[in-house]
Each structure stands twice: as structure tokens, then as C-alpha cells.
Nanobody, 120 residues
Framework: QVQLEESGGGLVQPVGSLRLSCASS????????MAWYRQPPGRQRELVAS???????SYGDSVKGRFTLSRDTAKKMGFLQMNALKTEDTAKYFC??????????????WGGGTEVTVSS
């Protein structure tokens, strides 16, 4: 079951930009941490970027300096700004988030993914 919804994927030319968004399709109290993963065609899923509950971010080596993960705590959304895109960034991008559905009910949700294709 998919409880997060990603949006913003599409076809973009090399060196172009895209901004992915992630939001819960269910009622939640808050998001504590979030991560973006991607799965290129025929390859394993890999971690792209993550943000912890205190706002600390980390990035995969291949996207450092080009991708930025951010979140809007009030809107309970996360974003992945992708700049200077390369053909090797082509993949299905997935959002994963942990937080609280209610004060005593944690969650760990995944989205169904959004396709990003970088091609001229």
C-alpha cells in the first residue's frame, strides 16, 4: 500500500532541472525524517538524499552539489530540487518518510515513485 505521493517527474534535457515533491495521502501528525531513493532501469534502488528530524541532510556522492532536499514541516511535504541533471540521473524516484500518524502511532511510509528521464 502506497501512503506517500511523489510528483514533479518528467522528461528533461541534460543540465536541466526538476523539483520533486512528496506528500502523504493519509492524515498524519508530522514528518520527522525523509529520504529520496532512486532505481535506474535494471539496477538496484539507491539512496539519493536524506534529512533527519533535526534538519541534517546527507547526499549520495553522485548528486552532491546538484541535488537539494528540503521539507515544509507545516505542509508536511518534502522536496528534492535536482539541478544540472545528467543522463545517469534517469531513474524512478521514491520518497520514504517516517513520523507520527498520531501522538502514539509512528509510521514509515513509501511512495509509488515518479519517473525522471534525462535525455536530449
Amino acid at each position: 500500500q502506497v501512503q506517500l505521493e511523489e510528483s514533479g517527474g518528467g522528461l528533461v534535457q541534460p543540465v536541466g532541472s526538476l523539483r520533486l515533491s512528496c506528500a502523504s495521502s493519509e492524515h498524519i501528525l508530522k514528518i520527522d525524517s525523509m529520504a529520496w531513493y532512486r532505481q535506474p532501469p535494471g539496477r538496484q534502488r539507491e539512496l539519493v538524499a536524506s534529512i533527519t528530524s533535526d534538519g541534517s541532510t546527507s547526499y549520495g556522492d553522485s548528486v552532491k552539489g546538484r541535488f537539494t532536499l528540503s521539507r515544509d514541516t507545516a505542509k508536511k511535504m518534502g522536496f528534492l530540487q535536482m539541478n544540472a541533471l545528467k543522463t545517469e540521473d534517469t531513474a524512478k524516484y521514491f520518497c520514504n518518510a517516517q513520523g507520527m500518524k498520531a501522538w502514539t502511532t509512528p509510521f514509515d511510509y513509501w511512495g509509488g515513485g515518479t519517473e525522471v528521464t534525462v535525455s536530449s
